[in-house]
Every structure is written in C-alpha cells, then in structure tokens.
C-alpha cells in the first residue's frame, strides 16, 4: 500500500514541477541552517570527559579582602599557590592536581625555534583527566617535589619537533632550559579544554606538560589569569605566599558522599586560614563537577545560543511556506480528489495519499538540506573563531537531519492532508 501511495505522489510531483521544487527548497534551506548551527552548538556545548564528568571537581576559595565582598558573591575562579600547594600536600581526595598556562619557545634541534602553549602542573594530571599515552608516562610525585626537568609533550609536537615515533629519553629545549621527554600524548583534543577556562577553551591541546615546581624553578613564562590584591612586600607574584590567585585547582572524588565530606573539608579548611589571619572573609567554597563547571563559565558563546533560535525560527518560516504551497496543491486537486472519493476511495486513504506525500518531499528536502549543512559547516571552518574548525557533521547528526526533515513535513502536511479529505465528491463531480 505504501508502494501505492508513493507511486501517485511521484505522479503528482511530475504534474507540479515546479510547485514541488520550492517545496523541497524550502525544507532544504530550513532544515540546512537548522541543522549547521545545531552541530555547532552540539560541538560547543558537549562533555569534554564524559566517563568522568560527575567525579572531577573544580575548588574555588575566597582569600581576598574585605574590599568589594558581597555576602554570598561568588569566590575568586583561581586559587593562590599557597592554598593549591597546601590542599596538594593534604591530598584529600583520590587525585589532585594543580596548574597554570604557559607560553614558551621550543627550540627544535636544527630547526627555528617556534612559541607554543604549555601547561604547569603536577604529576597526578594526566591519570585524572584520562590522558591516553602514546609513549612513556607521566612524571611522579617525587619528580614534583625534586622539581624535576622532565615533560610530557602533544602527539603533535612529538610530529613537528622529533618526526613522530616514540622520543622518550630525547631532549627538548625549553625557554633555554633542557628538559628530557618522557611522555608522548596519543592524538587527544578534549572540547572544551576544560581544565582551564581562563584561557580559550576550544584551543587545541597544549604542547607541552612539565612540572610546576620545574616551570617555577626555571622561571618560565606564564600565561593565564592572575587577580593579586594588597601589599606584596615586594615579592614575586608567582611566590608561595604572594597575595595572589593564578591557579586552577582539580580534584577526583568517587561519590557524592566524597564531594560532600571534601566540601566540608574546604569549609573547615577557609575557617583555619581565617584564624590564621590569611583570610579575612567568611568561608566561603564552591566545588562544582565538570558540567556545572562548563554552565557556571558560560562555555557557550552567546552568539551561537542566538544563531540556534534564529535558525529554528527560519525553519518554522519555511514549514509554514511548505503548509501553504501543499494546501495550494490540495485545492487545485479538488477535482481528482472528488473524482477518487466517488470511485470508493475512503477519506482515510486520501489523507494517507496526501500524508505520504508530505513525507516524500521531507526525504527529497532532507537529502537536500544535508548537502545545504555541509556547505554552512564548511563557511563555519572558514571562520576565524577558534571553535570553527571543530565543526563536523557526525553519523548522529546525519541521522538527525533525515528525522527532523521527514518529521517537519509530516507535521506541515497534517493540515493539507485533513483539508484534502473534506472535499465533497458530490460537488466536484456537478461542478464537472
């Protein structure tokens, strides 16, 4: 029966040539620009690490002065060395590690030297967040504590400066400092680079890994976020005891008991450096999860939340042109409608004739609007935001196009379809 059903909409199509490409022009359009800003904001606002998102945990606390408090207000995103370094010490989650930006020259051998990313931390990074190791490992806590000049380095990099291959034991040059590779990162792109919002987060992955405690020691440069406050007595803003929030601060926790015993930690925590004069407002802590994370920094540029209503709207435009272009249709094929009714055709049949052929257009449109989508992905490359080029149409969405478009048409032809099948025979056929 469907075979039918589609053998007549394919009749109908080739009467209405024309009425029937603006039609599937239409859906294309409409679904095309639904579907390129969907992909991007799935992009955008996807689950960097979705195994682990509920388990790793950002720590804010609130050391600064009473200068601008608000009861409530939201603490300091960064944290101070002195609190990072403590906390670290303390260890009392399952992991934790702290960090910062970086941005150093690399100093191939027989090659210019070139500035890259780079990424100060501690050596419980890597198994927390799930780095995949291609060669090597990441570095211990002892090498932590000796300030060790080891690194771990991008695939990408491991491509650029050694060839590609496994380059553990080689040196790398570093701001002038010789450091010994042993690690080599597989391929690995986490959207958003979450660990670290202060900085763009769809950036690609940083080049090179090394020890804090060696990036501090080998006063290598510093990139990122820093607020300081008070009087610093003259001492370097990156100091233990600076008067200064810089560092971001991670920990991985099991269960929600876990994360209710650590909060109660930090709260206890902030109380102490309170008594000990360091802190002067009341304790104050957040500890959110990666997505709560993501929400609270607003991840998601604003201009594409806006970008999607505005392509939804377009789409419910274009459906409502497809309403009335298949209501035009259905009136100017009054007369075969009654012609039908009268030879025994049931309304039921006539509104699954007209419903199947609504779904036809919806499979010609979303052919269409998937080749629409491919060209709005590829002017999103072009653009120059760094999220641009992440944009790609995944199986999922492919599917999803299809979906949408059949579902669209169906729904659009419901009201030509019901109007189709209050045609009175009796009427065409005296009118004949």
């Given at each position: 029966?469907?075979?039918?059903?589609?053998?007549?909409?394919?009749?109908?199509?080739?009467?209405?040539?024309?009425?029937?490409?603006?039609?599937?022009?239409?859906?294309?359009?409409?679904?095309?620009?639904?579907?390129?800003?969907?992909?991007?904001?799935h992009v955008l606002s996807g689950?960097?690490?979705?195994?682990?998102?509920?388990?790793?945990?950002?720590?804010?606390?609130?050391?600064?002065?009473?200068?601008?408090?608000?009861?409530?207000?939201?603490?300091?995103?960064n944290m101070t060395r002195f609190d990072s370094e403590t906390l670290l010490h303390e260890a009392r989650g399952k992991r934790q590690a702290f960090m910062s930006g970086g941005f150093v020259a690399l100093e191939p051998e027989g090659a210019s030297p070139?500035?890259?990313?780079?990424?100060?931390?501690?050596?419980?990074?890597?198994?927390?967040?799930?780095?995949?190791?291609?060669?090597?490992?990441?570095?211990?806590?002892q090498d932590d504590a000796d300030a060790a000049r080891v690194a771990v380095i991008s695939a990408e990099t491991n491509q650029k400066v050694f060839g590609g291959g496994d380059s553990t034991g080689k040196t790398l040059r570093i701001d002038g400092n010789a450091f010994q590779v042993i690690g080599v990162l597989a391929p690995w792109r986490p959207t958003p680079r979450f660990w670290d919002l202060n900085l763009d987060g769809f950036e690609p992955l940083e080049s090179v890994f090394v020890p804090f405690s060696a990036a501090m020691d080998a006063k290598l440069s510093r990139m990122g976020s820093m607020s300081c406050w008070g009087d610093s007595g003259g001492i370097d803003s990156n100091a233990r005891n600076a008067p200064c929030a810089w560092l971001q601060y991670w920990v991985e926790l099991d269960s929600p008991d876990d994360a209710a015993a650590y909060r109660d930690y930090l709260l206890a925590y902030s109380e102490q450096q309170r008594q000990a004069g360091r802190f002067v407002r009341p304790a104050n802590v957040?500890?959110?999860?990666?997505?709560?994370?993501?929400?609270?920094?607003?991840?998601?540029?604003?201009?594409?939340?806006?970008?999607?209503?505005?392509?939804?709207g377009f789409l419910l435009v274009c459906l409502v042109n497809t309403v009335g272009l298949l209501l035009a249709k259905s009136l100017r094929r009054a007369s075969e409608i009654g012609v039908r009714r009268s030879l025994g055709a049931s309304r039921k049949a006539i509104f699954a004739q007209f419903l199947v052929e609504a779904g036809t257009i919806g499979v010609a449109g979303g052919i269409a609007g998937l080749a629409v989508a491919l060209c709005g992905l590829w002017a999103v490359?072009?653009?120059?935001?760094?999220?641009?080029?992440?944009?790609?149409?995944?199986?999922?969405?492919?599917?999803?196009?299809?979906?949408?478009?059949?579902?669209?048409?169906?729904?659009?032809?419901?009201?030509?379809?019901?109007?189709?099948?209050?045609?009175?025979?009796?009427?065409?056929?005296?009118s004949n």
């Open positions: 029966m469907l075979g039918y059903y589609c053998n007549l909409a394919v009749r109908s199509f080739r009467r209405n040539r024309m009425l029937t490409a603006l039609m599937v022009l239409a859906v294309a359009l409409g679904i095309g620009a639904s579907m390129t800003t969907l992909t991007v904001f689950d960097p690490i979705p195994d682990k998102s509920d388990r790793l945990f950002h720590v804010q606390l609130d050391p600064e002065p009473m200068t601008g408090y608000t009861a409530g207000g939201e603490p300091a995103r070139y500035f890259t990313d780079a990424r100060y931390t501690t050596g419980e990074f890597f198994p927390m967040f799930d780095a995949p190791m291609a060669f090597g490992r990441g570095w211990s806590a957040r500890l959110r999860d990666v997505r709560a994370h993501l929400d609270y920094a607003q991840i998601v540029p604003g201009d594409v939340r806006l970008q999607v209503w505005l392509a939804f490359r072009q653009a120059p935001s760094t999220y641009a080029e992440l944009a790609r149409l995944d199986p999922t969405m492919l599917l999803t196009t299809f979906v949408l478009s059949i579902v669209a048409t169906l729904l659009a032809g419901l009201l030509p379809a019901w109007r189709a099948t209050q045609v009175m025979p009796a009427i065409q056929l005296k």
